[in-house]
């Protein structure tokens, strides 16, 4: 009876501490961790396609706690501030400026107005210009930078609508932007606080289909999230000239997206359409895809996607019809896309699963059968006339492949370029270089009846990024350049310059701020363009390691090891440690095991890093590996808690053994998928 006393006053105990409130102000962190956080953060350059013009942009490492603080509606998978008429989640820019290539200065851009906050940042098609969009305290204008005269201009007021999708798209001879605005006659929004809804929520199967569908954040709940979700999407389409003129183009509807031909004769733009769903997010809304020519008018719909509530079960079920719309980058205003040959099902056994269609200005015809896939169409890189790649995946089997095929002759059996595990970072062939074709779209760069590749390079030596010649004749692969192994870990951003061999490189180290460079891969010769320097002094001197180990079952692990600053390692003091990690998915035991972490990458505490615990006294494990490998048709999750715990062990006795841990004060942490390995463990 006492017992039975004891409890019931425990259990009132408790009930009163939860619901009690505390009056918790903010607090800055130690000034050991508050000298990372906030320290000024370099620039980040941002370099036309042929490296000739560069802009820097600068932003803070966080938000403020005001600009977090602010309303927030979360409605069919968008998270919007309803003041502003934007995603609440962007991340701005508070500076630009102009960057000489040639000389390395950096020069100011005259008027720019106070207190920037820049997203949407786009080069015009004769790169000579740079529109963006700017954020006020009242809504999102949209400006223009005139990169020879350095010199921004407004272009229109804070009258946006950046709620969904893109926002503007430069016209083809760039005397302007098509831009989309709010609505003049815009509904107010319902106060969804004090408003009561007219009936309840209900969800019908009249069917009775059998449906899967995953968990999605931030779902519409009722019709008044249905009524203030359309007026926040509802925007109208204006014709905005650089001189701030403005021409109505098309009246109000909810535009989604907005693509230009490639002769810029036609424009492409996704219009969502009512029912919506409170089961499925705004992606699988009822959604048109018309062609308008340049006056706004109406050419061809080419298809009306209807809601999407119920796929087959599996990963690699969609939509019946077509899907993936949009324009062939080597034509003048050809549509392509891609139908299901299986009925959007995974699990029927067919020969081919997908079919690309293509369909011709003006657009009057049937479309036509262009090529098929054996597994779940990928997508298209095109060339020209004779030549494009195609790619198609599967994710069950973690299967890729690449092949080669013929545009203008869809009876020429395709050639097989790469099949292989998706995963398997060592054996990856690299990406395509590309080049800007006659419309100014990037293009499979064809030379000398030969393709170009440029990859990381992962190894068991680590990342040694390369570039490839791809003989189309002899389908052979020739090594041009490979970096060498060093103090230095190198990245190739991109071709700038097939026919010189000049790559736009960074370079980094563990203790050096990643600078771009531009290199000669036939001579080896770099040119330096930025100068970036270490923001992170308190920290430049930290012992960093890439360690391997591995867990009960033989599978090979690795981690980045740091310690803390000043550590002395003769003393092998015992000292707590922070393991941070992410699981994933493996379907081999060989693709699990591979390093893709580098002692040579820049140590950066950014926003969701440990990294920053070094400065407090902690050994810090990140990136530890936390595999989960299903073999012999076994789905990886079947042992899922197990290989946690394994993962987990071998990572603490490796350090344990290297004598740096008190294995007593291990905390182990990790953001989304992480958190959930987190509390699991």
């Known amino acids: 009876m006492a017992f039975k006393k004891l409890f019931l006053f425990i259990a009132f105990f408790t009930s009163v501490v939860t619901f009690s409130q505390i009056d918790l102000k903010y607090q800055t962190p130690h000034p050991d961790i508050l000298s990372l956080a906030d320290a000024p953060m370099p620039p980040t350059m941002n ?25 927030e509606l979360r409605l069919a998978g968008l998270r919007i501030n309803p003041k502003i008429n934007s995603t609440s989640r962007a991340r701005n820019f508070n500076n630009i400026s102009i960057f000489d290539v040639k000389t390395k200065m950096e020069i100011p851009i005259s008027g720019l107005p106070a207190n920037l906050k820049i997203t949407d940042i786009s080069w015009s098609n004769a790169q000579d210009k740079i529109a963006f969009a700017n954020t006020t305290d009242t809504g999102v204008s949209l400006w223009v930078i005139d990169y020879d005269k350095r010199k921004a201009t407004k272009l229109t007021d804070a009258n946006l609508n950046a709620n969904m999708g893109n926002t503007f798209t430069w016209l083809k001879d760039d005397s302007g932007l098509l831009v989309k605005f709010l609505p003049i006659n815009r509904k107010p929004l319902i106060n969804t606080e004090n408003a009561v809804p007219a009936g309840p929520t209900i969800s019908v199967n009249e069917e009775g289909q059998k449906a899967q569908n995953r968990t999605y954040q931030d779902l519409l709940k009722n019709t008044n999230d249905e009524a203030n979700f359309e007026t926040l999407v509802r925007s109208e389409l204006w014709k ?4 701030g003129k403005k021409s109505k183009w098309k009246d109000v ?40 020519d340049s006056k706004g008018n109406l050419v061809k719909t080419i298809v009306d996607v209807p809601l ?9 079920a969609v939509q019946t019809g077509p899907r ?15 139908e299901a040959l299986d009925g959007g099902d ?14 011709e200005a003006p657009f009057t015809a049937s479309p036509k059968p262009l090529i098929k896939t054996k597994m779940r169409y990928g997508g298209i890189e095109w060339g020209n006339s004779n030549l494009a790649t195609i790619n198609s995946f599967w994710r069950n089997t973690r299967t890729s492949r690449t092949e080669f095929f013929d545009p203008s002759n869809p009876a020429k059996e395709p050639i097989l370029f790469s099949e292989r595990n998706s995963q398997d970072s060592y054996g990856d062939p690299g990406n395509f270089v590309t080049a800007r074709n006659q419309f100014g779209r990037n293009v499979l760069a064809v030379k000398d009846n030969a393709l170009y590749l440029v990859g990381d390079g992962f190894s068991a030596e680590g990342k040694l990024p390369f570039v490839d010649k791809y003989s189309l004749s002899e389908n052979k692969t ?25 790559v736009l490189t960074r370079l980094e180290s563990n203790n050096i701020f990643p600078n771009f460079f531009l290199r000669n891969i036939f001579t080896g010769e770099l040119n330096q363009l930025s100068s970036f320097e270490n923001p992170f002094k308190a920290i430049q001197d930290v012992y960093k390691e890439v360690i391997t180990y591995k867990r009960d079952d033989g599978l090979e692990l690795s981690a980045t090891l740091y310690l803390p600053v000043g550590y002395d390692k003769t003393k092998n003091e015992k000292m707590p440690m922070i393991m941070w990690a992410y699981p994933r998915e493996f379907v081999d035991a060989a693709s699990a095991s591979q390093v893709t972490s580098s002692s040579n990458q820049f140590t950066y505490p950014s926003y969701g890093s440990p990294v920053y615990w070094v400065n407090r006294g902690y050994v810090v494990l990140d990136n530890a590996s936390f595999p989960i490998v299903g073999v012999n048709n076994e789905e990886p999750n079947d042992t899922f808690l197990t290989q946690l715990v394994s993962n987990a062990k071998a990572g603490i006795d490796a350090v344990d053994a290297l004598g740096y841990i008190d294995r007593e004060r291990v905390a182990v942490g990790g953001h989304s998928y992480g958190a959930f390995m987190t509390a699991n463990l």
């Not at 396609?49 to 309303?71: C, H, M, P, V, W």
């Open 253 to 292: 509807s909810l535009y989604r997206n907005i693509s230009t031909s490639p002769d810029g004769k036609y424009f492409l733009i996704t219009e969502m359409k009512r029912p919506f769903s409170y089961i499925v997010p705004f992606s699988r809304f009822p959604t048109s895809y018309n062609v308008y």
């Open 47 to 71: 370099i036309n396609f042929d490296g000739t013009k560069a802009i820097l942009i600068y932003r803070n490492q966080y938000s403020s706690i005001e600009e977090l603080s602010e309303n």
């Open 324 to 338: 993936n719309i949009s324009w062939r980058d080597d034509q003048p205003a050809t549509l392509s896309w891609a």
């Open 346 to 359: 995974p699990e029927k056994l067919v020969d081919y699963r997908d079919q690309v269609m293509l369909l």
């Open 308 to 316: 999407i509530e119920e796929l087959p079960q599996g990963f690699m």
């Open 478 to 502: 020739m090594r041009l350049f490979q970096a060498e192994k060093g103090e230095m870990l190198e990245s190739i951003i991109r071709m700038v310059d097939l026919d010189n061999g000049i």
């Open 240 to 243: 905005v000239s650089l001189d």
